[in-house]
């Protein structure tokens, strides 16, 4: 069969398969230049690995500039103060001040003064005495319970304020003074004795030597009738420092006292504190006294 022979010559469409090819007439005569279509593919294929190569190394390049900036970004953030980065990790940090502790020079403060010191012997009981400031003011306040005071005396002869077996006691071991004062509450009444000695052991000797018959005299007046002047009535002895103190209680009608009385014994057991706080508030007062004057 031959082309471009026989009836009017079609135009050549490439998506017709049927249509003719632009070069119509023998094909002998007009074949395609084979050798210039593969250089011109070639042409092509080259150009298109360049652009491929080209557009490989825009996109490296975008990605790094993309990752160069992410990091300069981030250092940005965490280094907006232009400080150096390379600082060691928070675990090597030193933890600061936080971890030193100060320390001072050894001192040696002087101990306390021991009120009893001032207690214990006349070269340092200085401070003024009677019987007044022993037992001060017109009654006494023992927890709820609310003491009159009646007469108060002061002796520097022992002896004579006192009865049975204690005046003996108290000149063998050189008394010098004795103190007495008598609280009353409703029926009961209770004479303190406070007998001064130059020291301590003298004190403690006496509290030793006496005994269920070692008593001071009672003493009235101010409105508190005689009492313990025949009847039984309850005595304590004790010392303290270079003082020994002693109390004798019972009831102003003369009754005797028995142990089923536990009023007159508390109201000479409070009577025999209150004497213990008294000689140990004189220490304390001359302790303060001592230390403030350095």
Known sequence: MSFGQGGPQSQWDPWKPQSQQPWGGNVDDESPDWAALADRAETRNRRKRLLLIVGGALATVGVGTAVAMAVMSANGDDNASGQPTNLPAS???????????????????????????????????????????????????????????????????????????????????????????TYTKDNVAVTVGVAVFDTEAQATKVKGQADTKSIIRSLSGKGVKPFCNGAVCRTTTNSYGRYAYFTIAGFTDGKDVTTKDTKVFTTGDDLAEFAFRQIGRRGEAQASAAAAAG
């Open 91 to 181: 675990g090597s940090l030193p933890s600061g001040t936080g971890d030193i502790t100060p320390s001072f020079a050894p001192t040696s403060a002087p101990p306390p003064l021991d009120p009893k010191d001032f207690i214990s012997s006349k070269a340092k009981d200085t401070a003024p005495l009677s019987a007044e400031l022993l037992f001060p003011g017109t009654q006494l306040t023992m927890g709820s319970t609310v003491y009159k005071k009646g007469a108060t005396a002061d002796t520097t002869n022992c002896a004579s304020a006192a009865q049975a077996t204690l005046p003996k006691v108290l000149t063998a071991n050189d008394c010098t003074r004795l103190m007495r004062v």
